[in-house]
């Protein structure tokens, strides 16, 4: 492993991204679904831990997603989902009690097809054309990818990997073994202050491709250094992959927030986000497990082609 610690660059200060249009397509690919207990996603008064011990309730099946953006200078995936090994190895997760509380988290269903590179393959991408994956958090299921991107550099917020730097990480959903492996490349981020009125009210920003178009925002909470990626597009509405800042975009509409982290930071992120959100009334949120993400995807992608035609043809023209 080789990582490294940079400033953010600074955002460019534009409403939106610049008129050459750098972001060809985004589109999702879910690795395998998962089953969690109802009070992490809809949230919970009983401690964490006693939910994951006692609850007997499992939600249907949710998607594990990642995200798939086509940028004019290479592929870029937000979160690369769950390891298949994960369900077939035995080794892959930690024994005794840290063990038994991995298995009462959740449960996953992740079929040969559902690898992360054959999900690649199937909407035409190799594993090695991924040039960079920024994984919104290090929990399981958005660092699976990690062992089969051998061309990528891994984004990941400073306070992230601070986070799990700490005793017993494990126990705080961070299973390093997994992460830090020989080889990968990690590139550690801050958030540089913004002036952007469009990114408010968040006041610090990270530009990661120095044109505007994929601005990643602090969004802390379920852990130490979530964060959040904006994907600014002229001709298209703009989408907001919040990770697992909620479960559901309706949730954090509603003002909910999920049973998994500290419950002041993500109150306070979930209404910074719904503050942004005024600013963008088109924009799609779009969570890692929200079976509605991809056909929210869909719509938001399909509006732009509409709109694209209709300024074409002009008036009473489509």
């Known amino acids: 492993?080789?990582?490294?610690?940079?400033?953010?660059?600074?955002?460019?200060?534009?409403?939106?991204?610049?008129?050459?249009?750098?972001?060809?397509?985004?589109?999702?690919?879910?690795?395998?679904?998962?089953?969690?207990?109802?009070?992490?996603?809809?949230?919970?008064?009983?401690?964490?831990?006693?939910?994951?011990?006692?609850?007997?309730?499992?939600?249907?099946?949710?998607?594990?997603?990642?995200?798939?953006?086509?940028?004019?200078?290479?592929?870029?995936?937000?979160?690369?989902?769950?390891?298949?090994?994960?369900?077939?190895?035995?080794?892959?997760?930690?024994?005794?009690?840290?063990?038994?509380?991995?298995?009462?988290?959740?449960?996953?269903?992740?079929?040969?097809?559902?690898?992360?590179?054959?999900?690649?393959?199937?909407?035409?991408?190799?594993?090695?054309?991924?040039?960079?994956?920024?994984?919104?958090h290090l929990h399981e299921d958005h660092i699976g990818g990690i062992p089969y991107l051998p061309e990528a550099e891994f984004i990941v917020a400073d306070a992230e990997w601070q986070a799990m730097e700490q005793p017993r990480p494990e126990l705080r959903g961070f299973l390093r073994q997994h992460i830090d492996l020989p080889g990968v490349r990690f590139r550690r981020i801050g958030f540089t202050p913004t002036d952007d009125p469009a990114l408010a009210p968040f006041t610090a920003a990270h530009d990661v491709m120095g044109d505007g178009s994929l601005v990643l925002l602090p969004t802390p909470g379920h852990t130490p250094g979530s964060m959040t990626l904006l994907v600014r597009r002229p001709d298209k509405a703009p989408l907001l992959l919040v990770g697992d800042l909620t479960y559901e975009a309706e949730l954090l509409d509603a003002g909910r927030i999920p049973g998994v982290g500290e419950k002041a930071g993500l109150r306070k992120a979930s209404a910074m986000v719904r503050q942004l959100k005024e600013r963008y009334p088109d924009l799609a949120i779009l969570p890692a497990h929200d079976p509605g993400a991809a056909e929210r995807l869909r719509r938001a992608n399909d509006g732009g082609r509409r709109a694209m035609i209709r300024d074409r043809l002009g008036p009473g023209r489509h």
């Not at 490294?4 to 972001?23: C, D, K, L, V, Y």
């Not at 930690?94 to 009462?104: A, I, Q």
């Not at 590179?117 to 909407?123: D, I, P, Q, S």
Request: aromatic content about 8%.
């Open 1 to 136: 492993m080789t990582a490294s610690m940079t400033g953010a660059r600074p955002t460019s200060g534009r409403s939106g991204p610049t008129t050459t249009g750098p972001i060809r397509s985004v589109s999702v690919v879910s690795t395998g679904t998962t089953q969690i207990h109802p009070q992490q996603p809809f949230g919970s008064r009983i401690p964490m831990y006693a939910w994951i011990l006692g609850s007997r309730h499992w939600t249907p099946p949710r998607p594990v997603n990642a995200y798939v953006i086509e940028h004019r200078d290479g592929l870029i995936l937000f979160d690369t989902g769950q390891d298949r090994a994960s369900v077939i190895d035995p080794g892959y997760f930690p024994g005794g009690v840290t063990g038994f509380l991995y298995e009462r988290l959740a449960r996953f269903q992740i079929g040969p097809q559902d690898t992360l590179t054959a999900k690649l393959a199937a909407v035409g991408h190799g594993a090695s054309d991924v040039r960079l994956a920024i994984l919104s």
